[in-house]
């Protein structure tokens, strides 16, 4: 009985931990984003995945906190305007190329997520894993070169889908 109730508390901050809270609401670990985006794909989740990709608020967020402003924008905003006019056909690419692999949608399941800060020179940039099973086959989708802003972990650059 004590056992179960030393384990409360840390489950209950271990949730803090993982989802706090700043001005716009959830904040988004890696974690967050990387089972986010692995429900997005499985569902075909237009809406939602956008929720997950730069958008112009990060980009305002992000210039006010680098000191390299003009090379940082022009950057940004080529990563922006590729995504609004590609995101749909990433998704379905994806969830096809799934499909190719043997990914049955509708029974794969979340495993984990895992992630590599790229050095201690750039502590908000990552590589994040999803983990995935779709009948007894492990799968792995790698958010390349994530990003972390204001609203935490967002995808800037490329989605490969691999087994």
Not at 35 to 44: D, G, P, Q
Not at 75 to 83: D, L, N, P, S
Not at 88 to 116: P, R, T
Request: proline fraction near 2%.
């Amino acid at each position: 009985m004590t056992r179960q109730l030393i384990h409360k508390p840390s489950i209950l901050l271990a949730l803090l931990l993982t989802v706090s809270c700043n001005k716009t609401g959830i904040f988004i670990t890696p974690e967050v984003l990387g089972e986010s985006v692995f429900e997005a794909i499985r569902n075909k989740d237009l809406t939602s995945f956008r929720k997950f990709i730069i958008n112009k608020k990060d980009e305002t967020w992000f210039l006010k906190t680098t000191t390299d402003k003009k090379n940082a924008k022009d950057y940004i905003e080529h990563k922006i305007q590729g995504w609004a006019s590609h995101d749909e056909k990433v998704l379905n690419q994806l969830h096809e190329e799934g499909k190719e692999k043997g990914v049955d949608w509708k029974i794969a399941k979340f495993e984990k997520v895992e992630y590599e800060v790229h050095t201690k020179h750039e502590p908000n940039k990552a590589d994040i894993y999803i983990h995935f099973s779709s009948g007894n086959n492990p799968y792995q989708i790698k958010l390349d070169d994530c990003l972390k802003m204001g609203r935490g972990w967002v995808i800037f650059d490329d989605i490969t889908f691999y087994n």
